[in-house]
C-alpha cells in the first residue's frame, strides 16, 4: 500500500512561487516514476511534470522554464517548485505514481493540494 501526500499549496499573487512537496510512504519500490498532475476548475486533469528514478524530467509546454520537479529520496518526498506563477495555474494539484513516465500509466495518487493564484 503507498501513501501520497501533498503539502504547500496556497494562494499568492501572479508572478509569484510556490513549493509544493508529496510525502511518500509504503511499497513505493515499485514506483519508477513520480508526477505531478493539476485539474483546473471546468478542465480536465492533466500532467504538469514526471521525474524518472535515472532523474530524467518531463514538463507540459504550459510550465517549462517555471516549474521544477526533483525528489529527494533519503527523505521519500517529492517536490515541484513553481515560480512565475499565472492564474491560469490555478488548479488543484496532485502528486501521482507509476511504473512508467507516461501520463497515462500514473495510478496512485495523493488528495491533491489547492494552488490559487491571483
Known amino acids: 500500500h503507498v501513501q501520497l501526500v501533498e503539502s504547500g499549496g496556497g494562494s499568492v499573487q501572479a508572478e509569484g512561487s510556490l513549493r509544493l512537496s508529496c510525502a511518500r510512504s509504503?511499497?513505493?519500490?515499485?514506483?519508477?516514476?513520480m508526477g505531478w498532475f493539476r485539474r483546473a476548475p471546468g478542465k480536465e486533469r492533466e500532467g504538469v511534470a514526471a521525474i524518472g528514478n535515472d532523474e530524467s524530467t518531463t514538463y507540459a509546454d504550459s510550465v517549462k522554464g517555471r516549474f521544477t520537479i526533483s525528489k529527494d529520496n533519503a527523505k521519500n518526498t517529492l517536490y515541484l517548485q513553481m515560480n512565475s506563477l499565472k492564474p491560469e495555474d490555478t488548479a488543484i494539484y496532485f502528486c501521482?505514481?507509476?511504473?512508467?513516465?507516461?501520463?497515462?500509466?500514473?495510478?496512485?495518487w495523493g488528495r491533491g493540494t489547492q494552488v490559487t493564484v491571483s
Open positions: 509504503g511499497d513505493t519500490l515499485r514506483l519508477n516514476c
Open positions: 501521482a505514481g507509476s511504473w512508467v513516465c507516461r501520463w497515462k500509466e500514473f495510478n496512485v
